[in-house]
């Protein structure tokens, strides 16, 4: 069974930091990209970062690049999105799902599998 768990989320004010974890398991890791999305009340889910775990590719959408890293540990078959200077606009539900490849990373409707989700708050 493919599963996605993401943990990490929490309350934070404007300026502060979180690290979020997605532990993949029912799938072989490497064969696919994991990006992160997220959606905010009444938004449309937007995409956010991806990384190929295998080739240690990574992608970013603009109004994150430099605030957000990803990383792996393919040995755990962890991702890690480490979330920097948190801004209010960034409070959502954060989701981390697989994609066959970090080409199609941007557009979800190519992804796979979903994980549960994490809640972001970042208080002003």
């Known amino acids: 069974e493919v599963q996605l768990v993401e943990s990490g989320g929490g309350l934070v004010q404007a300026g502060g930091s979180l690290k979020l974890t997605c532990t993949a398991s029912?799938?072989?890791?490497?064969?696919?990209?994991l990006g992160w999305y997220r959606q905010a009340p009444g938004k449309e889910r937007e995409f956010v970062a991806c990384?190929?775990?295998?080739?240690?590719?990574?992608s970013y959408v603009y109004f994150v690049e430099g605030r957000f890293t990803l990383s792996s540990d393919n040995a755990k078959n962890t991702v890690y999105l480490q979330m920097n200077d948190l801004q209010p606009e960034d409070t959502a539900g954060y989701y981390c799902g697989a994609v066959p490849s970090h080409y199609y990373c941007s557009d979800d409707i190519f992804v796979r599998a979903w994980g549960q989700g994490t809640q972001v708050t970042v208080s002003s």
């Open positions: 029912g799938f072989t890791f490497d064969d696919y990209a």
């Open positions: 990384i190929s775990p295998a080739v240690n590719m990574t």
